[in-house]
């Protein structure tokens, strides 16, 4: 099992930055992604990043690119979010979530575990 702990939540501004962090313990030796997804009140959950420890490649949603970067410390347990510029639609509970399994980390249902979530708002 791993276990997964987000901290960084918080309000601010549009137009400011913030970041987010996902340490992630227990049994990580298989770990085969990291991502962080956000879900707004009646939406669906979607994927924001992704990186892939084995060789760092990274993936972003569209509404975030050039915006966030996702990144990792050297030990590779812990994942970042650095948010830049943000808006007011980047309103959302931000969850951690981690995939052993080798099916990725583009889709929620294929999460393995998954992060209690922080929330992050930003006022216009």
């Known amino acids: 099992s791993v276990n997964l702990e987000e901290s960084g939540g918080g309000s601010t501004q549009a137009g400011r930055s913030w970041r987010l962090s996902c340490a992630a313990s227990?049994?990580?030796?298989?770990?085969?992604?990291m991502a962080w997804f956000r879900q707004s009140p009646g939406k669906e959950r979607v994927r924001v990043a992704s990186i892939y420890p084995k060789d760092g490649s990274t993936f972003y949603h569209f509404s975030v690119q050039g915006r966030f970067t996702i990144s990792q410390d050297t030990s590779k347990t812990i994942a970042y979010l650095q948010m830049d510029n943000l808006k007011p639609d980047d309103t959302a509970m931000y969850y951690c979530a981690a995939v052993v399994g080798g099916f990725g980390c583009s889709a929620a249902k294929d999460v393995d575990f998954w992060g209690p979530g922080t929330q992050i708002t930003v006022s216009s």
């Open positions: 227990g049994d990580i030796g298989g770990l085969y992604c």
